[in-house]
């Protein structure tokens, strides 16, 4: 590779090799005038490398810019497609209102009920309906209210429910029972839960009363022995939701278009990370596509989810990210809630309107 000169004459010199320039012999001193002149040399060739990586990095930022507004561009000219790919229609929780999000309340709880601790695993499948487990803590009993056992026992229970809700409003109703046996009292211990609880979406928690009764039978003895005992207390209590509920929801969609009949399937996938699998039918109209979404016969937790919307298909997908999917309407029955936006009614754009795919 050629060197500017006032590399090749510094290398030169720094090595006291050859002549540097005529009239300087091998081993010579260069005098004032010959440094000035390199010093120019090499400033020369370092401003010219500077320019040419300035230069560099001015073109690339250019470049992206212009990539940038191109993309920008292409994405605010967006036009409606008839449905063949994949689609993404996001309501957000920053967006939506408390009438558009969608709460599931899988999960586990620690639940404090008086002087004693509750503990719950939660299943809430697309029915509204509620099952799980329980284990109910006694912890102190001089503590104890007039419900109360004995300390360290655990009573192992089953719990069944039902959540309902309607423009924002939802509401849980729990049951839960469990018996178990105390060896050095042998006692029969049977303990009763039921609670009432209403969704506080801005602090993220269901809340309300819990009853408990409690009641004892000696082993060995009948029902309506003397030895029998029975109580009860009601207690304010609070089940935070777990951190990633926060009402969000997605519906990615993939469809086909044969004539004017539309079909597919689409997975909803909840902010907690839960997925659903449904079927697709509809007809695509102007612009717009009556879409009706079932949940999957096959899958049990998907069953009892019905949703009917019109959506439009925009053709801002590319190879490696879907369009976006806009909910004109949508009317849906799920996990015990019933949703509903007409387009003239919400204020702005639909929450999912403008969503990008992931």
Request: hydrophobic share 40%; proline share 4%.
């Amino acid at each position: 590779m050629l060197e500017p000169a006032g590399v090749t004459v510094s290398r030169q010199l720094a090595t006291g090799q050859g002549n540097a320039s005529p009239g300087w012999a091998g081993g010579q001193t260069a005098g004032p005038m010959q440094e000035c002149c390199l010093m120019i040399d090499n400033a020369r060739v370092l401003a010219g490398r500077r320019a040419l990586v300035l230069g560099g990095v001015m073109a690339l930022l250019l470049g992206l810019s212009v990539r940038a507004a191109s993309a920008g561009s292409s994405r605010a000219k967006a036009s409606p497609e008839e449905p063949d790919g994949e689609y993404v229609a996001a309501v957000t929780a920053a967006e939506a209102d408390d009438a558009q999000k969608l709460w599931n309340l899988t999960g586990e709880y620690d639940v404090a009920l008086g002087a004693y601790l509750l503990e719950l695993s939660l299943v809430h499948d697309g029915r509204g309906r509620i099952t799980g487990t329980g284990v109910y803590n006694y912890t102190d009993a001089k503590d104890a209210p007039a419900a109360g056992g004995k300390a360290d026992e655990e009573v192992p229970l089953v719990v069944t429910g039902v959540v309902k809700g309607k423009d924002g409003v939802v509401v849980a109703s729990l049951a839960m029972q469990g018996t178990t046996e105390t060896v050095v009292d042998k006692e029969v211990l049977r303990i009763t839960i039921r609670m009432s609880l209403a969704l506080d979406a801005d602090g993220g928690l269901l809340e309300g009363v819990a009853t408990v009764v409690r009641t004892t039978r000696r082993l060995g003895s009948s029902s309506t022995s003397s030895d029998d005992s029975k109580g009860s207390f009601s207690t304010h209590c609070v089940l935070d939701l777990p951190v990633e509920m926060d009402g969000s929801y997605t519906l990615d969609m993939f469809l086909s278009t044969f004539g004017e009949t539309v079909s597919g399937e689409t997975l909803l996938e909840l902010s907690n990370g839960d997925a659903y699998p449904l079927t697709v039918r509809g007809k695509c109209g102007d612009g717009a596509s009556a879409l009706s979404l079932t949940g999957d016969a096959t899958d049990a937790g998907a069953k009892g989810i019905r949703i009917k919307a019109s959506v439009v298909t925009l053709d801002d997908g590319t190879d490696t990210t879907p369009g976006t999917a806009e909910l004109n309407t949508f009317a849906a029955k799920l996990f015990g809630q019933a949703l509903r936006w007409p387009a003239a009614e919400t204020k702005g754009p639909s929450p999912a309107a403008g969503a990008a795919g992931r």
